[in-house]
Every structure is written in C-alpha cells, then in structure tokens.
C-alpha cells in the first residue's frame, strides 16, 4: 500500500486566502520533509518537521509522529505559490525516501 | 536557488539510444540519490552513492543503467538502451547522510524518448 497519502489531490483558492495542506503516513517517519515542486519540475525543500511545529515565512507545518500525520498552512497565499506540494517521509532506511503523490494548489488573482 | 546541478535540463533521445545525465551535489554532501519521476508523479527511487560507493540500487538500475560518482567529477546516470517508458524526470538529490537527513534536490533532467 501507499506509504504516504496526501489530501485533498487539488485546491484552487483566491489570493489572500490560506490552504491547509494533509499528510498521512502508514509507518514510523524519522524524518518528514515538505517540498514545493514547480510547474517546470524543480523541488525544493519548504520545511523538514520530523515532529513539532515549524515556521518559515507563511508556511508552517504541524506534525504530529504518534498520530502519523503532519499539515502545511499555507497563509496569504500567492499565486506564486501555485504549484505542487509534496510530502516525503524517511523511515531511517538506507535507500529511499517515500513521496505522497502531492497537492496541486492553484492560486488565482 | 538548488545548489545540486543537474545537467543538461532537457534531453531527448531515440529508442535504443544511450541517454546520459549529470549531477553535481551539494559541496560537502556525500550522499547523493537518483530518483525517476514519471508523468503520473510517482517517484521511483533508483540508486545511491555515499562518496563513489553504490549503497543500493534497484533491478532496473543494474541491468539498464550505468551509474557513477567519481571523485572530482559529477555523477552521472546513463541509460544504456533508452525505452519509452524512460520517458520521465530524473531527480537527484544529495544529503549530509544516507538516513533521516534533509535532501535538497536539482532541478532534474527532462528526457523525453521518442
């Protein structure tokens, strides 16, 4: 089954409002990574949140390891912040890191 | 801006063709990872080195692509007998460590087989 299950699949908002981004995972994450995938291909890394919360800029990442769960809010959305938002979980394993199959957020003017 | 290099950006290639790409890690990061990313968005992880050691690779990798990463040279990906479904993006990623460490990722090779 999947490892990580991302919610919702897409979201369209207007400028200014906020999105709250979902991730489940199915087994223990000793690390978590959210990353930001252009529309040209580019990831980036936005936050790792093994646990905690976390800010930076108008992201913050909630994540909660006994419940398997961790969010991304993004506030004020931009319309450059239209994209991909992915999220990746590391189980301590020595090979691979398992990705969601992502949020496709579009922000429009 | 990704300060792992990969290159070139974009890469078509014929089926049978060799396909060849590079990536030059972050400075002081020994670990570095291949993943594919195809048009559905899955990812497939693909092979990864700490310094010029292979750590793990999966079928694929071993009997279809040749893979390096030399000392003083970036690493490289090569598909020995490109196939359409080799159609995809191809990631690389470096980290400080193999486990539970950030991975700060390229822009990716673009390889489209004709």
């Known amino acids: 089954g999947q490892q990580v299950q991302q919610s919702p699949a897409s979201l369209v908002l207007q400028e200014g409002e906020n999105a709250e981004l979902q991730c489940n995972f199915s087994?223990?994450?000793?690390?978590l990574q959210w990353f930001y995938q252009s529309p040209g291909g580019s990831l980036v890394s936005l936050l790792s949140n093994p646990s905690g919360t976390k800010h930076t800029g108008r992201l913050t990442s909630t994540t909660v390891t006994k419940e398997r769960r961790s969010s991304l809010h993004i506030s004020s959305s931009q319309t450059t912040d239209s994209g991909t938002y992915l999220c990746a979980i590391d189980r301590g394993s020595n090979n691979r890191i398992f990705f969601g199959d992502g949020t496709q957020l579009v922000v429009k003017p | 801006n990704s300060k792992v290099i990969q290159t070139p950006r974009y890469l078509v290639k014929g089926q049978g063709q060799k396909a060849k790409m590079r990536c030059i890690p972050e400075k002081g990061h020994p670990v570095v990872f291949w993943y594919q990313q195809n048009k559905n968005n899955e990812f497939k992880f693909l092979i990864n080195f700490q310094n010029q050691e292979v750590l793990q690779q999966i079928d694929m990798t071993e009997k279809r692509f040749s893979a390096e990463c030399p000392s003083n040279s970036p690493c490289s990906l090569e598909i020995q007998s490109s196939e359409a479904g080799d159609s995809a993006l191809y990631l690389c990623?470096?980290?400080?460590?193999?486990?539970?460490?950030?991975?700060?990722f390229g822009h990716g090779t673009k390889l489209s087989v004709l």
């Open positions: 990623a470096s980290s400080r460590q193999v486990s539970n460490e950030r991975l700060f």
């Open positions: 087994s223990t994450a000793t690390q």
